[in-house]
Each structure stands twice: as structure tokens, then as C-alpha cells.
């Protein structure tokens, strides 16, 4: 196989947050290079370098050796237009929830013109509720309900799998289409504006101050998802600078 | 979620062939247990059982200790009305080799009726010839050129994920998913959200009033592409009307 659309793979990071077994790291490698990706970035990982991640590499070393470092979720996706989270199960709020083609060909789309990452949570417990916050989309790999467990390197294959199928798959659209659309936000752009919607809710009394969060969660689902661009989020943060001004105006009778 | 086309999964046989590590067979056990399929056939295994299987699978202990061993592939595929063998590489002797999704939908096809086989060969060194002659198929995992080597459990995590995607797994699982979640809002609802919008952003001095309309294009997109549900609307309706609020007291003054 040749590898299509040589961006969708420099471009594209996994992103694995600590994770308890170096097996599972090299594993996840292994299943990473086999389907053409090598961009990986370790957030806070038990042991590494170690061993065990190298033998269960067998051979991707390589991507062990070149592998990006952090001390949280929010620096290793800070440049990232699109960040997907992995979640095995349902969640109350319902989050955007993708299958794994649906989110194969998102990123591959995006990745044709930004960084993307695609974050993989702790073997135990997933992504925390703050880590979750920080991802644009979820995708689940859908299992029988009586047995979810899904290997962490397992769920690493699946969804390379079905990136690089889609890359396959989705090369020649994707040539085409991108040039006149603006860029889209940044993770850490998006953060900023969800900073200042939240200060200027409080300031004009719409949002508790004693239990900002749930309000706060449902609007970052939502802009989340519609995958601002970076016209649009300068819009908004106008129109809340806007409003600022008024509430400050206000202020000074 | 029901396991549909309960026979596809009774019928459908994962197949290792002198499988050399022991946590080979425990990681292929859990991936197939995650996705429905519970008949695993050992040949020949080096070491089982084996405490190493049992840590690997990770709760899906119950398909080891259910698992057929034999002394050779034949006796172990003889009952099948269709063997398909997994091929890393090409070989010389064009046999018929099949990418995933229509290994998998053939698989399905056919276990609807009868029992099926899906073998994978040693660690190292695959199935060999006289193995290869009982497979009616081939079925390879595309991977990149340069570094083809899937680990086995990776393999067959892969393919059972197809077999389970083509036995409409993941249709079901979302078709369960979407009910509880709320409607979303009507084109009416929407227009309203506009309108509101509208004025709230000139009551603010963020609109031109002479020409307001480029703008609010552009939030239309962004709000109409998130497909906004009713809550979420109310959210957006409640803050502009807490933005109108401060609006009118400085009015007052």
C-alpha cells in the first residue's frame, strides 16, 4: 500500500494519557506504524522508557524513540483543530458520539490541512471529566454490552485501521476541497473563547457562579462540535468583547 | 445491545494455528469476546492453557476455557462450509485474496447458514502451504509497505471488529443510542434564535445596522451546521436575553 495523502499522517497524533502498562505503549505503536501513522505523544505515562514497551513494539521502536512527552492532555493538543476523545461508554450528557468510520474520515479530512490528535484515555478509568472537556468529538468502538473491555493497544488498531482505510479511501476528495475554507481554531484558541464566554456569562448574571460547569459543558459541546473556523470564533469573541464593553459601561455610573 | 443475527456468531470460528506466545490467545480471546464471538479453535498451541492466556484475556477467560484444541488445521475446519485464511503478504500462487469488509460480509453471508472458519497462522511465519490449500479464501489487512507486521492479536482484532461492523452491530448501537436524546430545535425555533440574535448584537454596537447581514450569514452557518437541540437554544436565547437585561438598565440611566 502506498500512503495516500502523506499529510493526514504527519499531521495526525495519537495522543495515549497515562497509561499503567509500557506493553500497551509499545503495542499501540506497533499498531500505528503498521497503518502508516508515527506521530505519538505520551501524556504522564507510568514507566517509559521501558523494556516491555520496546519488545511489544517489536520493531516500532522507532516511534517509541521519537515519541512526544507531556505533563498534561491540554499542552500535547494544544495545536490541534480537531481533537477526538475515545470513550468506551455512554455518558449521561450526551456528547457527540461517532462510530469509528465517521470519525476516521473526519480526521483524515482535517488532518489534510491541520494537526488533529486522537486521545486515548487510562486502561482503568478512560478520560476524566476535565480531560473530556478538551476534546472536540467522541468516538466509541462499538462491543456486545455484556463485555466492553477493550484492550487499550486493541482500540489503538481498531482506529488506526479504520484511518487508514479511510485515507484510502478519502485521498482524492480531500485533494480537492480544502483550499478556500479558512483554517479552523486551534484547541488552545477554542479554550480562550470558552474563558471568556464563561466571564462574560457571569458578568451579565446569566451564568451561577457557585456551579458555572454544567452550563459551561453544554456550550463547549456545542461549539465544539460545529467545528468553528477561525473567522467565527473571532465573531464571537467580538461579539463578547461587545457586550464587555457594555457591561463595563455600566459599571462606571 | 442484542447480538443480531445470533447464528453468525455460533457459526463463526476464530481459528490460531501453533500459536507460539501464550498471550497471543489470551489478547485474541478478549477481542473477540468483545465483539460477539465466542467459538476459538487452538492448533497445536506452544503453551496452554497458560497463566499468561488467562492475564491477557482479561475476563474473557470463559472462550479459553471453552476453546477446541486440536492437532491440525483439517480437523479443526472440517465442519465449515467456507475457510479463510489471513495472509500477511502476497504470494507468488495468485490465490483469491480479499481486503477485510468483504472477507467480513462473506463470513456473515454465509454464517447465517452454515459454520464458518477464519484462521490465522504462527506468529512468525504464518500458515504454510499444505495450511493454505484448506482455505477456500485469503484475506490480507492492508498495511504500509515498509513495516507490515500485525501483531496477531492486532489481527484478529481487526477482523472481528469488521465481522461484527458487517453484522450490524453498530447499527443497532446507534439506533439505541439517539432516542433519549432531546429533539433538536425546529427551523422555527431557529429563527427566532436569529432574530433575537440580531437585535441583541446591535443593541450591543457588535452589528453594523446598515448592513447586518454578512454577519449574521455566517452565525447562521455555525448554528444551523451544530444542529442545535432544544436545550441548547433555550441556553443561547437566555443568555441574550441576560445581555438585553444589562442593555436596558443602562438605558434607563
Not at 42 to 61: N, Y
Not at 83 to 112: D, F, H, N, Y
Not at 117 to 139: A, D, I, K, M, T
Request: glycine residues 6%; charged residues 25%.
Amino acid at each position: 500500500m502506498k500512503t495516500p495523502g502523506q499529510s493526514v499522517f504527519t499531521n495526525l497524533r495519537i495522543v495515549l494519557v497515562e497509561t499503567s502498562h509500557p506493553g500497551n505503549i509499545g503495542a499501540a505503536a506497533r499498531a500505528m506504524k503498521c497503518m502508516g501513522l508515527r506521530e505519538l505523544c505520551l501524556v504522564r505515562p507510568a514507566r517509559f522508557p521501558c523494556a516491555e514497551a520496546t519488545a511489544r513494539a517489536s520493531g516500532a521502536d522507532d516511534l517509541l524513540m521519537n515519541a512526544r512527552i507531556t505533563d498534561s492532555l491540554r499542552e500535547a493538543v494544544g495545536d490541534s483543530a480537531l481533537v477526538v476523545g475515545t470513550s468506551a461508554r455512554q455518558r449521561r450528557i450526551p456528547w457527540p458520539l461517532m462510530q469509528p468510520e465517521e470519525c476516521a474520515a473526519l480526521l483524515c479530512e482535517t488532518a489534510a490541512t491541520a494537526p488533529v490528535s486522537l486521545v486515548f484515555g487510562r486502561e482503568q478509568s478512560g478520560l476524566n471529566n476535565e480531560e473530556l472537556e478538551l476534546c472536540h468529538r467522541l468516538v466509541t468502538i462499538p462491543t456486545v454490552t455484556e463485555f466492553s473491555s477493550l484492550n487499550l493497544a486493541a482500540a489503538v488498531q481498531v482506529l488506526t485501521y479504520e484511518i487508514s482505510r479511510q485515507a484510502g479511501l478519502s485521498n482524492k476528495l480531500v485533494a480537492g476541497r480544502k483550499e478556500s475554507t479558512t483554517p479552523l481554531a486551534t484547541a488552545e484558541q477554542l479554550e480562550l473563547l470558552y474563558s471568556h464566554l464563561e466571564k462574560t456569562m457571569l458578568a451579565v448574571d446569566f451564568l451561577d457562579p457557585a456551579n458555572p460547569r454544567r452550563l459551561m459543558r453544554r456550550l463547549r459541546r456545542l461549539f465544539n462540535r460545529a467545528a468553528l473556523d477561525h473567522n467565527e470564533m473571532q465573531i464571537l469573541r467580538g461579539f463578547l468583547a461587545a457586550i464587555d464593553k457594555i457591561v463595563a459601561g455600566e459599571g462606571r455610573d
